[in-house]
């Protein structure tokens, strides 16, 4: 069954949109939910720190490598087809380990489902623009990243319980029927979109259209705020231990950070529907609010980790509906997969490149130097956007 195809005018109805606000529940959920919980295979192998980092790795390794090269298929053959197969990939996937009853494959596993989001992620988010016209982009991937953030949010303690009721297969099943059901309820109500023609394009026009302006300064800060909230998680709870609070403690800041970043991006992107912001005053005070959340992490004790986690939370929940609207705003209608694939590669940047930085500076110096340094060139970043005008 084939939904008949949105018109560019008008908004796609929002019952259209749900499967895609599922598929980008279904990432998050899928890249949390197993991420946090492999340590029940690693604990008990030689050198497991290693094989939990391998592990880590495959995932966003596959992502990296794959989402532009998804993203430019989805415009040749059409995202709705790239989304389905992504889905249907990643069901297989998940269902491969739980059927081979074998931990030694959850490498392939790992790596199967790491590919196929590659696929259905950047899919999700082009079909979000083509279904709603440029004024509504902004509530539209305002919703897609509360759903995502509550993938995100949901997945270490949905994960955990799973885990502890069947072990990873019981989470892998359920990431199989989740996936599965996704797919189908895509193929009833998500609306088949049609390739748009475009000119051939060579090497150099893809670096142009790569290192341009209006596509480098939301991708940059989108990076900037994934990189910020891989920090927050991971190293927000080593801070708090270090300042002697107890694991609920550091666990409701992180939870705190998530859920604030999930309740910011609706508003966020109805705002500048209103017209209330712009994709580059946003993204700048988003930008802004980031960095002094990383600025308040280095603050001791309980007081400096919840003003950390609430203002990274709201910086990055303004950041990332609007910067998806403004490259989706600036790119060319028949490559906005290829535009959305390449801007999640700068994410998944963002999201090892922060971490790394902060744990060399940590390394070396202190952990609040980390955070110190991680704020220092974010708020750079923000001055650097301001300068050469980013989108509006």
Known sequence: MTAPAATSSDAA??????????????????????????????????????????????????????????????????????????????????????????????????????AAASAFSPAASALVARLNPQAKHGRAFGSYGFYKSL?????????????????????????????????????????????????????LDLARALTR??????????????????????????????AHLGPVATGAAVSVLALCAAIVQPRAGRALDAGRITTGSGIRVGLLLTAA????????GIAGMLIAALTIGAGTGVITPLGFAALAASA???????????AELGRELGDAGGPLLVAGVAAGVTLTAGFGALAALIGAAAFAVQRRGATG
Not at 332 to 342: D, I, K, N, S, W
């Open 213 to 242: 302006g209006d596509f480098l300064r939301p991708t940059v800060a989108l990076a900037c705020a994934t990189a910020a909230l891989s920090v927050g998680v991971g190293f927000l709870p080593v801070s708090g231990a270090a």
């Open 332 to 342: 060319e209608p028949e490559r906005l997969g290829q535009t959305m694939g390449a």
């Open 13 to 114: 109805p929002r019952w259209r949109m749900w499967p895609l606000y599922a598929a980008g529940f279904t990432t998050a959920f899928g890249a949390h939910g197993i991420a946090a919980n492999l340590g029940s295979y690693t604990a008990g192998h030689h050198q497991s720190l290693l094989v939990l980092g391998g592990l880590l790795a495959l995932y966003d390794g596959a992502e990296v490598l794959l989402k532009p090269v998804f993203g430019a298929l989805a415009d040749r053959i059409g995202a709705r087809v790239v989304l389905l197969g992504g889905l249907v990939a990643f069901a297989l996937a998940s269902l491969g380990f739980v059927l081979a009853n074998d931990t030694g494959l959850l490498w392939v596993a790992r790596l199967g489902q790491g």
């Open 293 to 300: 959340g990383l600025a308040a992490a280095m603050l001791p």
């Open 151 to 203: 993938g995100y949010t949901a997945g270490p303690l949905l994960g955990g319980v799973l885990v502890w009721a069947g072990g990873l297969p019981v989470l892998f099943a359920v990431m199989a029927a989740l996936a599965a059901a996704v797919a189908v309820w895509a193929v009833v109500a998500v609306p088949s979109v049609a390739p748009l023609p475009k000119r051939r394009q060579t090497v």
